[in-house]
């Protein structure tokens, strides 16, 4: 084997851990296994996935580039933080864009498609955790804009969707499963519209349901932000 094949095939092989790391720590994060603001330090990362550095390193600019890790140059990497004012500043951006990534979505959206959210959102009704709420709800929402064809937007809502994770996860639990009846109610409406292919309706609902999520988070963020799953 040549030397040129050999680094190219070390190159690849770091290209994979670089990924499978990025995927085991985006994972945990949206998990809740770290809080807002907790050190990431690259050499214990290292050790706990047996590689160098230099895979880790990689994976961490990822998860910057996906808004769950900031990078401080000559410092470190800490899992991302939002103050009230950020977190309703993207609630406000997410208002405008998700009911447009919607309606586009909603023109190019199959059938089969529209019957899964269906299911998604029945799922949602019948979660029994917090984290499976979460994850059922995240999944219906991206799925809903999936279709719209346009990568930048999509890219940029699902950093605001993880930017703003730990926040969810806290207010869900405040909420509790009683406190879930509106969410559902307004997964309806615009699951209706959907069905009736009527994009009027679904982005006025979808932006109602964003707005009023983010006045429940300005209200509450005394009590989100000191918990410690925040």
Known sequence: MTAERSGDRKD???????????????????AGAYVPGARLRQEELAERYRTSRIPV???????ESEGLVVLVPNSGAWIAKADITECAEIY??????????????????????IARLFDLAAQIEASSGVEEFLRLDRDFHLLSYQAAGMPTLLATIERFWNTTQHYR??????????????????HRLIMEAVRRRDEVD??????????????????NWHVISSSPLA
């Open 12 to 30: 690849r092989n770091g290209v994979v851990r670089s990924l499978a790391i990025t995927a085991a720590l985006r994972a945990e994060i949206l």
């Open 169 to 186: 996860r806290a207010y869900s639990r405040l909420i509790g499963k009683a406190g879930q009846w509106v969410i559902h109610a307004e």
């Open 202 to 219: 679904a982005e006025r609902y979808l932006a109602s349901h964003i707005r009023r999520t983010r006045l429940q988070l300005q209200t």
């Open 92 to 113: 406000k951006v997410r208002e405008r864009v998700e009911p447009l990534a919607l309606s586009e979505s909603m023109a190019r959206m199959d059938e089969a498609t």
């Open 57 to 63: 390193r990689e994976a961490l600019r990822n998860l």
